[in-house]
């Protein structure tokens, strides 16, 4: 005889606790799962075939796969699904086959209509207005930080991808924002003529540098020298055909990092110059009488010079030291894809090992390389995402074939 068998989800007939060689159980399962064997056990010499078991239905989810590729799912036992990318999933994700049957509908995948989150990079921060398409996102760096970015807004693409989401950056990840440095030195050469024949002797120089002086320290539009961030130095002047040369720098010696002082400041002398404000009295060397002069209004030159101390970089008047995720060396600049640098100033980056790689350039951590998937060219079809746009492993793509 053989023992009646035990099936979880099913009902087994008949009820008899044994039966003989040569006699049958069935199993039906009940509502909600499918059989999975033979529903019919045959005892043969005391030995019962093989039980069947109950398992809830597979299924397929349109633009989504399970994971794993299981077709059968035991009681318990659960089913995650992954959409497609750029499709979002609805549903409780994993499903769970429970003692009914499945526990909950089955998950479904809907296109995306927006573009997926962005994080902020680092040192800095997102303006977003949105992500639906048409939205942008504006680069935001903290106070005393500058980015290292060529691009400071992006914008979400009718494709539902943001503008800098590439083949080279399919993640989206944005260059840092980095701390500024304070210059060894930044000062703001200016030239300007005097509407005077003057500057021949010594005298002549002393009267009208002392004017210029005076009149520059007087202006409050020039707030470097009106806030004291700066000091007015090498102050020169010579005879050029009947007109007085005048040159200076004006040094800056506070608020190191904001290299908007000068450039306020020069702003500033500019306009007074071709709006004929500079005007200032001189005592001349004959009789010593003193006259008002006024600078040539088309003849206000100026540069401004910045010097970065050793080991810091020089972006126009900004310094800076090389970020993680960058080498030094011949020149600041990322680390290729497929490297990582974790400590500023290196010369050099660390490539990934193991057949690995990164999503972008500038990666700064050894925990950034992984595998990484090329999506390829199909004949005779496509996949819902450009050929060349890099994917993880775990990512699922919709492949269309054309007709015929």
Request: proline share 4%; aromatic share 6%.
């Amino acid at each position: 005889t053989c023992n009646k068998p035990t099936i979880n989800g099913a009902t087994v007939t008949p009820t008899t606790a044994t039966v003989d060689s040569g006699a049958t159980y069935t199993a039906t399962c009940n509502d909600g799962f499918t059989i999975s064997g033979n529903a019919v056990m045959t005892c043969t010499n005391g030995v019962l075939s093989t039980s069947p078991s109950c398992v809830c239905a597979a299924y397929t989810v349109a633009d989504g796969a399970i994971q794993g590729g299981a077709t059968t799912f035991a009681q318990d036992a659960t089913a995650t699904v992954r959409c497609s990318y750029g499709y979002t999933l609805s549903g409780t994700n994993p499903r769970v086959c429970g003692a009914s049957g499945w526990a909950t509908a089955p998950q479904t995948c809907a296109k995306n209509q927006n573009c997926m989150t962005l994080t902020g990079p680092t040192g800095g921060s997102l303006d977003c207005t949105g992500a639906s398409v048409g939205s942008t996102c504006t680069v935001q760096c903290n106070a005393n930080y500058v980015t290292l970015s060529d691009f400071t807004e992006v914008t979400c693409q009718s494709s539902f991808l943001w503008s800098h989401q590439t083949n080279d950056n399919s993640k989206g990840l944005f260059s840092p924002c980095v701390e500024k440095k304070a210059p060894e030195s930044r000062s703001l050469a200016v030239s300007m003529l005097i509407e005077v024949d003057s500057c021949k002797t010594a005298d002549e120089k002393t009267n009208l540098i002392s004017g210029l002086e005076t009149f520059m320290g007087s202006q409050p539009t020039i707030t470097c020298l009106a806030n004291s961030q700066c000091t007015m130095e090498d102050v020169a002047c010579v005879n050029e055909n009947s007109k007085s040369k005048v040159t200076f720098n004006l040094k800056q010696t506070a608020d190191m990092t904001n290299e908007n002082v000068l450039k306020t400041s020069d702003t500033a002398i500019q306009n007074l110059v071709t709006s004929n404000s500079v005007t200032f009295p001189i005592k001349t060397s004959k009789k010593r009488e003193t006259v008002t002069v006024s600078a040539d209004s088309e003849s206000y030159t100026s540069e401004v010079a910045t010097a970065c101390a050793a080991g810091q970089v020089q972006t126009g008047d900004t310094c800076y030291t090389c970020p993680a995720g960058y080498k030094s060396s011949p020149q600041c600049g990322p680390c290729p894809a497929g490297s990582y640098n974790p400590t500023e100033g290196a010369a050099s980056c660390t490539d990934c090992t193991g057949g690995k790689s990164t999503f972008a350039s500038g990666a700064t951590s050894s925990s950034q390389c992984v595998e990484v998937c090329t999506v390829i060219q199909v004949q005779h079809g496509e996949f819902n995402v450009a050929v060349g746009f890099k994917l993880e492993p775990a990512d699922v793509l919709s492949l269309t074939c054309i007709s015929g």
